[in-house]
């Protein structure tokens, strides 16, 4: 029976409370619905196989296949340098000078050491001798002779090594004076006068006579292809610079071993048999590619990297939702990218707005009216 206290409403009340607060709270826990993913405006386009081809295009710089940097073969003081830069040099030509008095008095240490020992000699073989005539009379023992002929040997030991260093002070003297052993062209001044240089320091850079090179550098993934193509012959041409309609072949002849350790490209020279190539002249170098058939080429923006491959996206035309397709790229050309293997012809793709979608999503053609976009699925349909 209700308490005479409360009105019967109101226990009714409280006995439904606890199950509207439970109700409340479940209400509040539960997982609010997730929107549905927006549909996208994306552009597309039809895959299409045809063929592809090119023009890779490098910067370049004219160089000389040999560059020599000449130096002192001994250390001092630089007095004079006798030619500057951009100057012809001959074999022979006197490039710079040293302070050759130190040089010189060695020398004549050496010339005064040489004069002393042949004295030396002279006297001990003088003295050999006079025992040798005294031992066939009898006046001088067998030891005697022996030992004079000891003390010659050694004398000339002497006087032969006072030579040889005579000579060797004298080359040093010569070393004084810094000659060119090629001819060619003055690239560099290393050094000025009045610098105190080691023996072996760059004095000069000389560009010797002879074939030109090309040098340009090359991306580290391309460098198989760029071996490849280049050996067609004619492959490689070389457009030098401030030369209007003038196209010089040219042949591949070095690729470095290791890629450059800050930009990660390797150098590549190639050789231009031209007098028109002068050094240190800018040039453009140009590789043809060969044709490719049976390839497709799409807009550098519809190809992504999904989960470590490259991939594009797929639009299918009935549900209008898109799906991740892997390709495999083979190459650059331009703006596109060349496409080997992953899809085939009448396919559609999305070509902007990719890093947006996900598996799944559905989107719609962008800037296309309904009978545009009928006109699309109906051509990619019968390209299937």
Avoid at 181 to 203: F, K, L, Q, Y
Avoid at 262 to 285: D, H, I, N, W, Y
Avoid at 334 to 352: D, H
């Amino acid at each position: 029976m209700p308490n005479a206290r409360f009105p019967l409403r109101l226990t009714q009340g409280l006995r439904l409370a606890p199950a509207l607060v439970l109700a409340l709270a479940l209400a509040a826990c539960s997982k609010p619905q997730e929107a549905p993913a927006p549909e996208r405006a994306v552009r597309t386009q039809v895959v299409q196989v045809g063929s592809a081809g090119g023009t890779h295009e490098f910067a370049a710089e004219v160089r000389a296949r040999t560059e020599s940097r000449l130096g002192f073969r001994v250390a001092g003081k630089l007095v004079a340098r006798r030619v500057n830069l951009g100057d012809t040099v001959k074999a022979g030509q006197v490039l710079a000078q040293l302070d050759p008095q130190d040089l010189k008095l060695a020398q004549d240490a050496a010339k005064a050491s040489q004069v002393a020992a042949q004295a030396n000699y002279d006297l001990n073989l003088a003295d050999f001798r006079r025992a040798k005539d005294l031992k066939d009379q009898g006046f001088v023992s067998g030891a005697e002779l022996e030992r004079r002929e000891t003390a010659l040997k050694a004398a000339k030991s002497q006087l032969d090594q006072a030579r040889a260093q005579m000579n060797v002070q004298s080359n040093q003297a010569g070393y004084a004076v810094l000659h060119s052993d090629v001819s060619g062209v003055v690239t560099g001044i290393e050094a000025e006068p009045g610098s105190v240089v080691n023996a072996g320091t760059p004095i000069v850079r000389v560009a010797q006579d002879g074939p030109r090179d090309v040098v340009f550098s090359v991306p580290e993934d391309r460098v198989a292809s760029f071996r490849a193509a280049a050996a067609v012959p004619g492959a490689l041409k070389v457009k030098l610079w401030g030369v209007e309609g003038v196209m010089l072949d040219a042949t591949l002849h070095e690729v470095a071993a290791a890629a450059d350790a800050s930009t990660r490209t390797f150098q590549v020279k190639a050789e231009v048999k031209s007098p028109a190539a002068k050094l240190g002249q800018t040039a453009t170098v140009q590789l043809e590619l060969p044709k490719l058939a049976d390839v497709i080429k799409l807009p550098l923006s519809a190809v992504m990297e999904f989960q470590g491959k490259s991939s594009v996206w797929l639009l299918d035309p009935k549900t209008m939702t898109v799906s991740t397709q892997v390709v495999q790229v083979l190459s650059a050309d331009g703006n596109e990218v060349v496409i080997s293997g992953g899809l085939r012809g009448g396919q559609e793709v999305v070509t902007a707005g990719v890093h947006v979608l996900t598996p799944g999503q559905k989107v719609k053609r962008y800037g296309l009216t309904e009978r545009a976009a009928a006109a699309a699925v109906a051509a990619s349909g019968a390209s299937r």
